[in-house]
């Protein structure tokens, strides 16, 4: 029911910030005065519209802000207070630890002393060699080429 209300209130302040900055004046609006369009025209007297927009719109947009953090803390403490008991299944177990060993059952090497540089395997004499290829006997063929 609360939740409601302010979701209520939230939209209709919405909607008036959105009412109220378009009513207001942009930074370049000045220089279209000088060719007729004087103090006397202005709805909110001589001064303009500037003062009176500007801090409605300031308390608007304090109160829409207002609203929204109270909204945001009233669903997280009182949408569930039985979130830290729920069952959450597989996420809920504790993981199990990691292996000892690495794969194969082969012990892990244990790290080289600090400040010594690890010694390339012994090279074997009897290396085998790289395999021959046969060049082709068959020519390629060639294909027709149409014009």
């Known amino acids: 029911m609360l939740l409601t209300v302010f ?14 900055i378009l009513m207001q004046r942009g930074a370049g609006a000045q220089a279209g005065s000088g ?13 303009g519209s500037s003062n009176f927009l500007s801090k409605a719109t300031k308390w608007l947009a304090i ?19 039985n979130a830290m008991d729920m069952d959450l299944g597989v996420m809920g177990s504790a993981t199990p630890a990691a292996p ?8 892990v090497p244990p ?3 600090a400040g010594t540089v690890p010694q390339a395997p ?7 060699a790289a395999p ?13 080429q149409t014009n």
């Open 7 to 20: 979701n209520i209130l939230f939209v209709i302040i919405a909607i008036a910030m959105i009412a109220l």
């Open 35 to 47: 060719f007729g369009g004087g103090a006397s025209a202005t709805v909110f007297g001589a001064r």
């Open 63 to 81: 109160t829409f802000f207002a609203i929204t953090l109270f909204m945001a803390w009233y669903a997280v403490h009182r949408a569930n207070p």
């Open 132 to 144: 021959t290829v046969e060049p082709a006997t068959e020519s390629p063929q060639e294909t027709p």
């Open 111 to 113: 790290a080289p002393a």
């Open 122 to 128: 012994a090279a074997d004499a009897a290396v085998p």
């Open 100 to 107: 000892a060993t690495a794969p194969g059952d082969r012990p």
